[in-house]
C-alpha cells in the first residue's frame, strides 16, 4: 500500500494576508538597514538613539513576557495550588517567543549587530547593559529549557524528558532570579539620564516599579493569552485560575500605585501630574489604564466573574504598561530632546514581529502538546489500582 | 504620541479580530455547527492489568482460557455520546480483524474489530439495554463480549500492556490532535471545532461530520480491518 502524501496549502485568512505583507515589507526594511544602516530606515538620531524597537520591542516585550516567570513560581516555587499548572506550558512558551522577538528585534536596533557577541567575553561590571545581555542570553537558555519537555513528549524522548524534569525547579529558580534582575535592569538603563527625563518617569525608583508592574502585567497577559487561546483553539477557559490570577493583579497593582505615589510625593513632583500639559494627560491615562481599571474591574465580584470583563481587565492592564515603557523611553525625552515618532520601516519592523509572535504561537499550540494531555502522566488511581477489575 | 500611536493601534487590531471572529462564529451558527467552549477531555482511564489492542480493545484473559473484551477509555470519550451498542450473537465465529461490535451514535456506527480470532461465547446484554454503563468504567461494567481465542499465544504478546500500554495511549491523544488539526481545520465546518489544535474535546467525534467520522475510524479503529 503506498501512502497517501497530501500537501495542503494553508487557507489565505484576512490575518494570514497581513501575515504575508508584513513579512514582505519587513524583509524589505532589513535589506535597506543592514546595507545602508539604521539612518536610512529609523527616524533615530543621536539626541534620539532609542526609539520604537527599543521602547516597545524590547521593553514591552520583555515586560509582557513576565508572565513566564509569575506563573513558573507561582506553581513551582510559592506552590499556591495545582490549578494553575494547566497554564504553565502555554505562558512559558509566550515567554519564550517574547525573548526571542526582543532578540530579533535587538538585531535590528544595535549598530553592529555582528558584535552582539562581545559582552560573553568583554565584560564591563560596571554596565547595565551589561546585565541586561547576560540576563537575556540565559533567560532565554532558560526558558528554551523550560519549554523543552514539550518537545521530548511530542517526538518521545524519554530519557531527556526524564532528565530535564529532574532538574526543572533548578531551572524555574535560576529564571526567577534572571527575570528579577533583567526586569529591573531594564528600569536601571534609565537612571542615568535624570536630567533628561520628564520628572513624571523618572525616578530613583525606575527599577522597582519596572519589577512591580511586569509582575502585574504577567498576570494579565496570562489572562489575555488565555482569552485569546479560548477563542482561537477552542480551549476551554479556566474562569476559577483567571480568577486567581485577577486577585493578583488587583495586589500587585495597589502595590505599583503606593509605591509610585509615595515616590512622586516623597520627590515632590506630584505637582507636573496636575498641569495643563501633554505629559500629565499621558500620565493619567497610563494610570488609568494600568492600574485603576484593572483594580475597579477585578475587584466587582459581579465583573470579575465574566470572561469578557476579564478581558478588559487584562486588556486594560497590557495597554497601561505599553504606555508605561513608551512614555519612559520615548515621551519622557520629548521634551528635552524634541518629539521623535518612528518611520514607517520601523513600524512595519514592530508589527512583522509581533505578528511573527502570534503566528509562531498558532503553529506551535497545533503541533505540540502545550495544553494539557488527554492522557495522564500516571494513570488515576482508581483506575490504575492493584485490584484487577471484577467483571459481571 | 507614540504611545498613543501603539495604543490605538493594539486596539483598532483587536477590536478587527473580534468583529472577524463574530462573523465566523454566525457563519457557523447558521452551518449548524455547535457553539460555545468544547468541553474539556477528561484524562483517559487506564487499567495496567489489561492487554490492549491498537484498534482501543482491552482483552482480559481468564482463568480457564477465555478472555473478556472492551473497548477502551480513549475511544469512549472520543465518542462522548453513546447511543446503542450492538454485538454479534453468542455463538458467532469472528476472525481477527472482523467486527465483533458496533458502537452507535444517531445513525452512525463504529465497527470495533476482533483482536483475536475465536467463537464469541457471550454477550454482555446488560450493557446493550444500558449503553450508558460504558462511561461509568469500560473496563469492568462495560465488557462487551467473552471469547474462546484460538490464537491466542501468538496474539497475545503482541498486544500493549502496563507501562506499553500507558505510553502507546499517550501517543494516542497525540496522534488525535495532530488528526484533528492536520486534516480538519482546513474544513470550514470544523475550524471552529478545533481550528488549530488544542485540546480535544469529549465527545469530539460528535462534532464532526460523516467523512470525518470515516477518516477517524479509519485511523483509530481499523488497524486489523480484513481485505
Not at chain 2, 94 to 106: F, R
Request: aromatic residues 12%; positive net charge; glycine residues 6%.
Amino acid at each position: 500500500m503506498s501512502p497517501k502524501i497530501r500537501i495542503k496549502l494553508p487557507k489565505l485568512t484576512f490575518w494570514r494576508a497581513v501575515l504575508l505583507v508584513l513579512w514582505v515589507l519587513a524583509a524589505y526594511v532589513a535589506v535597506i538597514r543592514f546595507t545602508k544602516g539604521l539612518g536610512a530606515v529609523t527616524n533615530l538620531r543621536d539626541d534620539f538613539p532609542w526609539g520604537l524597537w527599543i521602547g516597545f520591542d524590547v521593553l514591552c516585550g520583555v515586560a509582557l513576557a513576565a508572565g513566564g516567570f509569575t506563573i513558573a513560581a507561582l506553581v513551582y516555587i510559592f506552590d499556591i495550588g495545582k490549578k494553575y499548572h494547566s497554564i504553565t506550558r502555554p505562558t512559558v512558551l509566550t515567554a519564550f517567543l517574547g525573548y526571542l522577538l526582543v532578540i530579533a528585534a535587538l538585531m535590528f536596533d544595535l549598530g553592529r549587530p555582528w558584535n552582539i557577541w562581545h559582552p560573553l567575553v568583554m565584560w564591563n561590571h560596571h554596565s547595565v547593559m551589561f546585565e541586561v545581555a547576560w540576563c537575556v542570553m540565559l533567560y532565554t537558555t532558560v526558558l528554551a529549557l523550560e519549554f523543552s519537555p514539550v518537545v521530548f513528549e511530542k517526538f518521545g524522548w524519554h530519557l531527556p524528558l526524564k532528565l530535564v524534569r529532574s532538574f526543572m525547579l533548578v531551572f524555574v529558580v535560576a529564571g526567577v532570579l534572571l527575570s528579577t534582575l533583567h526586569q529591573s535592569s531594564l528600569g536601571s538603563l534609565y537612571l542615568i539620564l535624570p536630567e533628561k527625563m520628564h520628572p513624571l518617569w523618572y525616578s530613583p525608583l525606575l527599577p522597582v516599579l519596572f519589577f512591580i508592574s511586569a509582575v502585574g502585567v504577567g498576570l494579565a497577559m496570562t489572562i489575555f493569552e488565555s482569552f485569546l487561546s479560548h477563542r482561537a483553539f477552542r480551549k476551554e477557559l479556566e474562569l476559577d485560575v483567571l480568577v486567581g490570577l485577577a486577585r493578583g493583579v488587583i495586589l500587585v497593582e495597589v502595590i505599583y500605585l503606593t509605591v509610585r505615589f509615595l515616590d512622586m510625593i516623597n520627590r515632590h513632583v506630584l505637582g507636573y501630574a496636575f498641569q495643563f500639559t501633554r505629559e500629565a494627560a499621558l500620565f493619567w491615562l497610563e494610570i488609568l489604564l494600568m492600574a485603576v481599571i484593572p483594580i475597579v474591574i477585578f475587584s466587582i465580584p459581579k465583573l470579575v466573574v465574566k470572561r469578557n470583563w476579564l478581558f478588559y481587565g487584562a486588556v486594560a492592564n497590557v495597554l497601561g504598561l505599553v504606555m508605561n515603557r513608551l512614555n519612559v523611553s520615548i515621551t519622557s525625552l520629548e521634551r528635552w530632546a524634541g518629539p521623535y515618532f518612528p518611520k514607517w520601516q520601523e513600524i512595519v519592523v514592530t508589527a512583522a514581529l509581533v505578528a511573527t509572535g502570534f503566528a509562531v504561537f498558532g503553529w506551535v499550540a497545533k503541533n505540540f502538546p502545550i495544553f494539557e494531555s488527554p492522557v495522564p502522566e500516571e494513570p488515576e488511581p482508581e483506575a490504575a489500582g492493584s485490584e484487577a477489575p471484577t467483571y459481571a | 504620541m507614540v504611545a498613543i500611536f501603539v495604543v490605538l493601534t493594539i486596539i483598532v487590531f483587536l477590536t478587527i479580530d473580534a468583529i472577524l471572529q463574530k462573523r465566523e462564529a454566525k457563519r457557523l451558527a447558521l452551518a449548524g455547527v455547535p457553539q460555545g467552549a468544547a468541553p474539556r477531555l477528561p484524562k483517559v482511564r487506564v487499567v495496567k492489568g489489561l492487554f490492549y489492542a491498537p484498534n482501543h480493545l482491552w482483552m482480559k484473559v481468564l482463568a480457564n482460557g477465555q478472555a473478556k473484551l472492551g473497548v477502551d477509555d480513549f475511544a469512549v470519550k472520543l465518542l462522548g455520546r453513546i447511543d446503542a451498542i450492538e454485538t454479534v450473537e453468542p455463538g458467532t465465529y469472528v476472525k481477527k480483524g472482523q467486527p465483533i461490535a458496533w458502537l452507535k451514535q444517531g445513525k452512525r456506527r463504529l465497527a470495533l474489530r476482533a483482536p483475536v480470532s475465536g467463537r464469541v461465547t457471550q454477550v454482555n446484554r446488560s450493557l446493550l439495554e444500558n449503553p450508558e454503563q460504558i462511561k461509568e468504567n469500560p473496563y469492568t461494567r462495560g465488557w462487551l463480549v467473552s471469547i474462546e481465542p484460538e490464537d491466542l499465544g501468538e496474539t497475545a504478546p503482541k498486544l500493549l500492556i502496563a507501562e506499553r500500554a500507558v505510553r502507546w495511549l499517550r501517543r494516542e491523544g497525540q496522534r488525535l490532535r495532530e488528526f484533528l488539526g492536520e486534516t480538519l481545520a482546513a474544513r470550514p465546518d470544523v475550524g471552529l471545532t478545533m481550528a488549530d489544535g488544542g485540546v480535544p474535546a469529549e465527545g469530539v467525534l460528535s462534532y464532526l461530520d460523516d467523512q470525518a467520522w470515516r477518516e477517524c475510524e479509519a485511523r483509530f479503529f481499523s488497524m486489523y480491518e480484513t481485505e
